[in-house]
């Protein structure tokens, strides 16, 4: 029996198998930018600004996708019942829509809304899993862009401690 | 002290604890009434996951911490670290040269008492012994240089049982005792002692938090807290633990932090280093 | 010095699993530090992930990600041994990239 408690263990057995690579053109946080064109330009420019301004659910899947959301059981939004600290909230989308091109995240009580969005290009899963603040308690919504149309998931997530560094 | 709160909690758990007449209070004793007290109060427990703190009592906090376990934000700190060790003072020595076994593998036999100095030395004071023996400046013991160091060292001692030593020695055997006192020694404006919240309250909630077992609690040091967003040393926690009992903090690494450590890690042998942590 | 990127692209069968975590603070514009002042908002608005001259995956970031985010998503068409392309950039300009070869 192994004394290593599991979840550690397994993180120190994948670092130590190599599988977390090393750096190569680290230009690290200069205000200047970057003398690697990391995008193509169109990319950079595509970050979605004005969705990220907005403060209701319709506002930010407006500006985002230019279309309302019909709930569904089809998306499976996975977070816990009650977060441990509401600065990193495990939050985590998967669907088997099919045709999915894009998945967004939204927790309701934050004051801007939209958390994060994806774009799914064909061959990549309609999957995610990330880490995000939530300020207080909140419904957390899960959209997914399938076929064109969007579908969602809500799930309310309990935060004692805000995530803003209250 | 601590007979007085095992027998007192275990009347009211209402489970039967003989009451130890000769060899009271050794070294020896306490550690199997320590344990005892925390396998009857938590049968369901595996031994060696009570050093996971509160994620061994509580499933809901588990699944967030496991998620976080994935791939943890100490990564950084360790990658850190081994960049210093890999880093010789000006000097030409490095860290490696102050240590056993280069400070490979070593975590687990911190603190031990020091009969040349007679005092009780952690890792954090070996480090930064060695670091002044090397003409370098200390670290901070509450900043993330330190921090980095014994990130990179737990890391690497990581599942190593812990393996503490009272020599026979009367000061070393007198600096276990205070630590112990000053375990079960109420203080601040609440009136807690350590022992209030993590041996009375272990497992119950405070706030949204679970109170961690006493035992095998520093096991998981240095710990990524995701309410400061960055690393803790053994040093940061002790003073916020006393300022949260609205107490002074006494200067990181005083006597009685160092002491305190040693009894708490004496209580925690054969049980492994799991650090570095990742906590709330 | 070392990347602010972390990844762990592991390919199993036609489907190649990737994990990032990247060094940054994520500031939300919302915390006031010890003296009252806000801290400005800085946080990463795209991170990219592309694979043999394909994008694969995009991520668009908001102040709401937490510290040292992290990210999880699967792909296919990758095998092990190929090399995958991190790069994110920031509200302040800035930007790191990183090419990981899939294990």
Request: aromatic fraction near 10%.
């Amino acid at each position: 029996m192994s004394l290593t408690p599991d979840a550690p263990d397994h993180a120190r057995r994948m670092i130590l198998k190599g599988a977390v690579a090393g750096g190569l053109a680290g230009l690290g946080l200069a205000g200047s930018g970057s003398l690697i064109p990391a995008f193509a330009a169109a990319d950079a420019k595509d970050w979605p600004e004005n969705a990220f301004k907005q403060k209701s659910e319709s506002d930010a899947l407006k500006a985002l996708y230019g279309k309302n959301v019909e709930a569904s059981d089809q998306v499976s939004l996975d977070a816990p019942e009650i977060a441990e600290n509401g600065a990193v909230v495990p939050v985590s989308v998967t669907t088997k829509l099919p045709k999915v091109t894009g998945i967004a995240v939204l927790v309701l009580e934050n004051p801007f809304t939209l958390a994060a969005a994806y774009k799914i290009p064909e061959g990549t899963e309609a999957s995610v899993a990330a880490r995000l603040k939530m300020a207080k308690t909140s419904k957390v919504v899960a959209v997914v862009e399938s076929n064109g149309k969007l579908y969602s998931a809500t799930k309310e997530v309990k935060v004692t401690v805000g995530g803003c560094g209250g | 002290m601590l007979r007085k709160i095992i027998v007192a909690v275990a009347i009211v758990v209402g489970i039967a604890q003989p009451l130890l007449a000769d060899n009271a209070g050794s070294p020896e004793t306490d550690f199997k009434m320590f344990r005892d007290y925390f396998k009857s109060r938590f049968p369901k427990v595996p031994m060696n996951d009570f050093v996971n703190g509160p994620y061994s009592m509580d499933e809901g906090l588990r699944k967030q911490w496991k998620a976080i376990e994935e791939f943890p934000p100490y990564e950084f700190a360790v990658e850190q670290g081994k960049q210093m060790f890999a880093t010789p003072f000006k000097n030409g020595k490095t860290y490696g040269d102050c240590f056993a076994n280069k400070g490979i593998g070593v975590r687990q036999n911190y603190p031990y008492f020091d009969t040349k100095s007679g005092q009780v030395i952690t890792l954090d004071v070996a480090l930064n012994q060695c670091r002044e023996s090397n003409g370098e400046k200390p670290f901070d013991y509450s900043k993330d240089d330190m921090a980095s160091l014994t990130a990179y060292m737990a890391f690497t001692s990581r599942g190593k049982p812990m393996d503490i030593k009272i020599p026979n020695d009367p000061r070393a055997l007198d600096a276990y005792k205070k630590g112990e006192q000053y375990f079960y020694t109420r203080r601040g404006q609440l009136n807690f002692s350590c022992a209030s919240c993590h041996v009375q309250s272990a497992g119950d909630h405070i706030r949204t938090e679970v109170l961690a077992p006493a035992l095998g609690i520093l096991n998981a040091m240095p710990i990524y807290r995701s309410a400061w967003g960055g690393m803790g040393t053994t040093s940061r926690r002790l003073r916020t633990c006393n300022e949260q009992v609205r107490g002074v903090p006494l200067p990181a690494e005083d006597e009685n932090y160092r002491d305190v450590e040693y009894y708490l890690s004496y209580m925690a042998n054969g049980l492994p280093v799991s650090g570095p942590g990742a906590r709330p | 010095m070392a990347s602010t990127i972390r990844v762990r692209a592991v390919a199993g069968g036609d489907t190649t699993q990737v994990q990032s975590l990247i060094q940054h603070p994520m500031d939300s514009g919302f915390v006031k530090d010890s003296k009252g002042q806000i801290i400005p908002p800085h946080y990463i608005e795209v991170v990219q992930f592309e694979h043999d001259g394909k994008t694969v995956f995009t991520a668009f970031w908001g102040p709401a990600v937490s510290k040292d985010p992290y990210l999880k998503f699967s792909f296919k068409g990758a095998k092990k041994g190929d090399d995958l392309k991190v790069s994110w950039a920031d509200n302040k300009g800035a930007s790191d990239s990183l090419v990981a070869k899939i294990q």
